[in-house]
Structures are given as C-alpha cells and as structure tokens.
C-alpha cells in the first residue's frame, strides 16, 4: 500500500510517497515534492488545492494519507493557514482515501522502537522532505485505530 506522508509548513504541503509491498518498501517517483496554497486563501484557492491533492492521490493510487499533526497551542503550535489545509485534506472525496493525523509523540516512540531501515540521506529525497518521509513510514508501522494491525 502506498502512503503519503505530509508535512504542513505555513501555506504549503510537503508530501512524501513509500509504499510497502511483501515487507519492503519503496519510494515511488512523484512529480510533486509540495502543494502550494495561494495567498488570497480564498474558497476557490482552497478547492484548488483539495482537486491537486486528490489528483495525486488518484494518480499514485495511494490508499492512505497520513500528516504530521501539528499542536494547537503552545510553543510548535500550528498557522491558521496550515489548520486550514488540514481540514481540506480531511475532506478529500476519493473512494477508499483514508486520512489519518499522526501525533509527534506516536512518531517519537515508533522511531525508538522501530528504526527507520536506511539513513535519510540515502533515500535520495530532499532534505524538506524528511518529516514527512518519516510521517509515512510511522504511518506504515503503526496500527489503523481500531483495526488492530499495521496498515500495510
């Protein structure tokens, strides 16, 4: 199953593929590394954005998207921006699309637990693209709420 991790940065999406196929992953190519929202953040700009998420998604026949998800309050709170563009991923329309926040402490004890396989660096992924490499593969070993196994 292919999974895109995302990171919300201000009024861009940083996305991220891996796909987990028989105990290996892999890094699909994606011509996308980030979604933009324009400025005005308008209700046509935010549609916008949602319809290129959604084409992505439909085009890499990803079957779960996970994001990073962010602090209301306090010193790593999230923009308003960025809560914004939360919720328009939430409500993609695709048949079979589940959404799934991934809290930085379940992040932090799946690392600890379980290692990422490789370096970082060797992925050969941009460097922007870390956290949400890393949401993806949390993502991945971590079981779906109330499913009881691990999404693969």
């Known amino acids: 199953m292919t999974i895109c991790g995302v990171e919300l940065t201000g009024s861009e999406a940083v996305l991220c593929l891996l796909d987990l196929d028989r105990g290996q992953f892999s890094l699909p190519e ?14 046509e700009d935010l549609k916008r954005f949602q319809a290129a998420l959604a084409a992505l998604m439909t085009e890499y026949e990803v079957g779960t998207v996970a994001i990073k998800e962010r602090m209301p309050k306090g010193k790593f709170a999230g923009g308003a921006i960025s809560f914004k563009l939360e919720a328009t991923i939430q409500l993609v329309d695709l048949s079979g699309l589940d959404v799934r926040l991934i809290p930085p402490a ?6 600890s637990a379980q290692p990422l396989p490789i ?10 693209q870390e956290t949400a490499f890393i949401t ?17």
């Open 30 to 43: 994606c011509k996308i590394r980030k979604l933009s929202l324009n400025k005005n953040h308008t209700r």
């Open 106 to 111: 379940l992040i932090k004890s799946t690392l």
């Open 119 to 128: 370096p970082f660096a060797d992925t050969g992924l941009k460097a922007f």
């Open 136 to 152: 993806a593969y949390v993502a991945h070993m971590t079981p779906v709420s109330g499913a009881g196994h691990p999404s693969r």
